[in-house]
C-alpha cells in the first residue's frame, strides 16, 4: 500500500499492487473465477466476502480488488471503490444508492445523455422526481432544493457544451440541506480534480474513457466518502453488479499510465483549442481553459489542468458542408466515445437533450477527442477539413 503523501504518478504505479495480490509479479495476474472452494466446514461458515478475502466470484478477487484499491487512494479521503460493467452502470447504482420512492434529484441539464435519461427510465418508476438545473447555477441551486431533496447530481465540465460548475457553492447548499452529492469526473479524473476532499459523497468515473486509455474496454467505478460508502456497497451487492477480471486488469493496466497520457492529451488539445479559436470560420470554442468556455473561471480555480476533450461551433450551418468536412478527416474518426490514444471528431446536436437552459449555435458542433498523435498533424487535418466545408455547397 502506497501513502497518500507520496505524488500522483508514484500513486498510480504502486496503487493497489500488494504482494499478496500480485505473488511477486508487477500485476496482480487475471484471476478469472467463479467459485471459490473453502477447505472445512468451519471455514464455509466463517467465510464472509470482503477485500482481499475470496468468497464468491460476484465480490472479485484480486485483479479487481487491486484496481478499486488503487482508484481509492486518487481520492484523499475516499473509504472505497465500487466497480461496475460500464460508467452507466456506475452513475445508476450511485443514484440508486441515494434514492427512495418519494425523493427528489437536482441533475444538472448537461449532464450525460443517458444519465439525464434515468430520470425517466430509473428514477420516475420508483416515485423518485428529477429536476434540471442550469450548470451556471452556483449557490441559486439553494432555491431548487426542497426538504426531499435526496441528491444533487453534476458532471462538471458539462457533456458536450463544457460548462463548469461552481462546484464549492452547490456542494455547501447540498450539505447545507443534507442532501448526498454525485459527481461525474470522467472528464477530469482525480488527476485534474479531486471530488472526496471537496465534500462530494460519491465521484464517478467511465473507466471506458481515460482511465482505460486505450478504446478496448467498458468498465466503471464509483469511489465513496465516509458518508455513501455503506449505501454504495449495499446497493451495488443488491443489484449484483461486479467487473470482469480481464477489464479490471485492462483498467489498472492502463492506470498505471494515466498521468503521462492525460498530460500530452491536455496539452495537445490545448494548442487546437488555441489555434482553432484565431480560424475565421469557428464561432467559439469550448475549452474549459479558455475564457471562452462558460464557467472557466471555475476551471482555473479548481482544477489542477485540462485533459483532451472539448468542442467548438462554426460560424455557418449546412449539413452538406459539415458532411464534407468530416468525411474527408483522415486523422481524427468519428466515433461516440473519447478519451482513447486515437482522435476522434463528433458532429453533435445538445439542442434537444437541454431543458432548463437553451442551447443556441450558429452553425455545427464538433466534440474533439484529442488522442496521442502529433498536434501539427492533427491540426492539418483540421484545417484541410475546415477548408472542405468552406468550399462545399449548401
Ligand atoms: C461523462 C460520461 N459519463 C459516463 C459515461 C458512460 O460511460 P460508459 O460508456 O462506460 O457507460 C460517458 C460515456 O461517454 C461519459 O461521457
Redesign the pocket.
Known amino acids: 500500500m502506497t501513502t497518500r503523501r507520496e505524488g500522483i504518478g508514484t500513486r498510480l504505479v504502486h496503487g493497489g499492487r500488494r504482494p499478496e495480490w500480485t505473488q511477486g509479479l508487477i500485476n496482480p495476474p487475471v484471476a478469472r473465477a467463479s467459485t471459490m472452494v473453502f477447505p472445512t466446514l468451519a471455514a464455509l461458515e466463517k467465510g464472509r466476502p470482503g477485500e482481499g478475502r475470496h468468497f464468491y466470484g460476484r465480490y472479485g478477487g484480486p485483479t479487481q480488488w487491486a484496481l478499486a484499491e488503487a482508484l481509492t487512494e486518487l481520492e484523499p479521503g475516499a473509504v472505497g471503490t465500487g466497480l461496475y460493467p ?6 445508476a447504482a450511485a443514484l440508486l444508492a441515494c434514492v427512495k420512492a418519494g425523493d427528489h434529484v437536482l441533475m444538472v441539464d448537461t ?2 445523455d ?2 439525464r435519461a434515468m430520470a425517466e427510465s430509473l428514477l420516475a418508476p420508483m416515485g423518485v422526481e428529477t429536476e434540471f438545473y442550469d450548470p451556471l447555477i452556483g449557490a441559486r441551486i439553494a432555491r431548487l432544493m426542497r426538504p426531499n431533496t435526496a441528491v444533487v447530481l453534476m ?1 462538471s465540465p458539462g ?1 458536450l457544451t463544457f460548462e463548469v460548475q461552481d462546484v464549492p457553492a452547490i456542494v455547501s447548499v447540498a450539505k447545507a440541506a443534507s442532501a448526498l452529492t454525485i459527481f ?1 469526473n ?2 477530469a479524473t482525480p488527476l485534474r480534480f479531486r471530488t472526496i476532499e471537496r465534500g462530494i459523497d460519491l465521484s ?1 468515473q ?4 481515460y482511465i482505460g486509455g486505450h478504446s478496448d474496454l ?3 467505478a464509483v469511489t465513496a466518502g465516509p458518508q455513501a460508502w455503506e449505501r454504495l456497497q449495499r446497493t451495488s451487492k443488491a443489484l449484483g453488479h461486479c467487473l470482469s477480471p480481464d477489464d479490471a486488469f485492462l483498467a489498472a493496466r492502463g492506470l498505471r499510465t494515466l498521468h503521462i497520457r492525460l498530460d500530452a492529451h491536455e496539452a495537445g488539445a490545448l494548442t487546437i483549442a488555441r489555434w482553432l479559436a484565431k480560424h475565421p470560420l469557428v464561432d467559439r470554442v469550448l475549452h474549459p481553459a479558455l475564457p471562452s468556455c462558460p464557467g472557466h473561471e471555475h476551471f482555473t480555480r479548481d482544477f489542477t489542468g485540462g485533459t483532451g476533450l472539448f468542442a467548438f461551433t462554426l460560424k455557418r450551418p449546412g449539413k452538406g458542408r459539415l458532411a464534407a468536412m468530416v468525411d474527408g478527416l483522415k486523422l481524427f474518426a468519428m466515433g ?3 478519451g482513447g490514444f486515437e482522435s476522434l471528431a463528433l458532429p453533435v446536436n445538445p439542442k434537444p437533450i437541454r431543458t432548463a437552459t437553451k442551447w443556441e449555435a450558429n452553425g455545427p458542433t464538433i466534440r474533439l477527442s484529442v488522442g496521442l498523435e502529433d498536434p501539427a498533424d492533427l491540426i492539418a487535418d483540421l484545417e484541410a477539413g475546415l477548408a472542405r466545408f468552406e468550399a462545399a455547397l449548401p
Open positions: 460500464s460508467g452507466v452502470a456506475a452513475v449532464a450525460y443517458p444519465t458532471e457533456s461525474d470522467t472528464w464517478v467511465a473507466i471506458t474513457k467498458m468498465a466503471g461516440y466515445s473519447w
